[in-house]
């Protein structure tokens, strides 16, 4: 029995790659890796946007109207509704000129989790403590 | 000897990160390692059988064939796969279909995982 | 913690590799990332190269650019594949795409 701590770093901006929503994807796709692992095995990852991975995390976001795909924001509401750690970088946040108060959160949903700004320490600290690290 | 799992996530055509990805698990398996593939984004369309190499442009389904034949484990996202038009029947053999919780339960077993990011 | 990053561009990975903590670190140059290793831009070497020691560039990206090993600063070591399997395996605990 063993769980397997992964640092997801959303390094990129979403939207025009699909790099940083896959990230979130596969994030969620920890709700179900059990099916495939022994019983009492788990991996869990740790959702941090860093750099230019802080842009497209906003609330207000609406790509089904132009281009019908899903936003990011709900892939990020998703994971705070199954219970994932996502951190958002201070320093990054305050480079852009982005509020902490326009990052989404999914009280609508009832979610318990809510997005955690950290510096970059934090990040670092987090790397530190996986397993892997794997960047997007 | 220990286990190395690869996301590869760059398309076939146009990136040099997907010959890459090649390359390093080709060299792992013959050095003995256990060696895990996942394919997500641009990089699940590698998956199709009947590449034509022409020499301007990388190709995926020797190397795919040949790390088969070591025993390396490829998968590759179904949804990823499909949404570009590419049907299971159409596939090269023996690289499996599943979800990404399958590249979560090979990161499981890993020692290393090497995440290659694409577009 | 001993992380690996494999650093595959040339300007896009600078700015994510400055903030990270040198102690253990150790970057190993493929693909465009291979520039690092021979440029001196302005007459500057890259500041890569003054991160961490633990520093290798992938033989076959060199050779795919036209590069050779005699180009290569001193503190860089030159690796293929295989070599790049060992370091993976053996040098770090874990490693990271950029």
Not at chain 1, 48 to 69: D, R
Not at chain 2, 29 to 35: E, L, S
Not at chain 2, 85 to 102: D, F, L, R, Y
Request: hydrophobic share 40%.
């Amino acid at each position: 029995m063993a769980d397997v701590k992964c640092a997801f770093i959303v390094q990129r901006p979403q939207y025009k790659g699909e790099t940083s929503r896959l990230a979130l994807t596969h994030a969620l796709s920890y709700q179900t890796v059990e099916v495939l692992l022994d019983d009492g095995d788990t991996v869990t990852p740790s959702l941090c946007f860093v750099g230019e991975g802080v842009l497209g995390i906003s609330k207000g976001q609406n790509a089904m109207a132009p281009y019908g795909i899903n936003s990011s924001e709900l892939h990020v509401k998703n994971c705070l509704l199954v219970d994932l750690d996502v951190y958002v970088c201070k320093e990054d946040l305050e480079k852009y000129g982005i509020p902490e108060d326009q990052l989404p959160d999914a009280a609508d949903m009832e979610a318990e989790k809510t997005i955690n700004v950290v510096p970059f320490a934090e990040i670092e600290k987090i790397m530190e403590e996986a397993k892997h690290v794997l960047f997007f | 000897m220990g286990v190395l799992t690869m996301g590869v996530f760059p398309g076939l055509v146009g990136s040099g990160s997907y010959d890459f990805a090649m390359k390093l698990a080709k060299a792992a398996a013959d050095k003995g390692h256990v060696v895990n593939i996942w394919f997500s984004g641009n990089a699940t369309v590698s998956v199709k059988a009947h590449q034509k190499h022409l020499k301007d442009y990388s190709t995926g389904e020797k190397y795919l064939v040949e790390l088969l034949e070591k025993g390396v484990e490829i998968c590759t996202c179904e949804a990823c796969t499909i949404s570009r038009g590419v049907q299971k029947t159409e596939s090269i053999a023996k690289i499996q279909w599943n979800a990404m919780h399958w590249y979560l339960s090979k990161i499981h077993c890993a020692d290393r995982v090497l995440q290659i990011g694409g577009e | 913690m001993k992380l690996g990053v494999l650093v595959s561009d040339y300007k896009i990975c600078v700015e994510t590799i400055d903030r990270m903590k040198s102690d253990n670190l150790g970057l190993v140059l493929v693909q465009n990332g291979v520039y690092h290793a021979v440029l001196k831009e302005g007459g500057k070497e890259s500041s890569l190269l003054g991160k961490t020691p633990r520093l290798y560039v992938l033989s076959e990206d060199l050779q795919s650019r036209g590069l050779s090993a005699e180009q290569v600063d001193k503190r860089v070591k030159v690796i293929d594949y295989s070599g790049l399997v060992d370091v993976i395996f053996n040098d770090f605990d874990k490693v990271a795409w950029l």
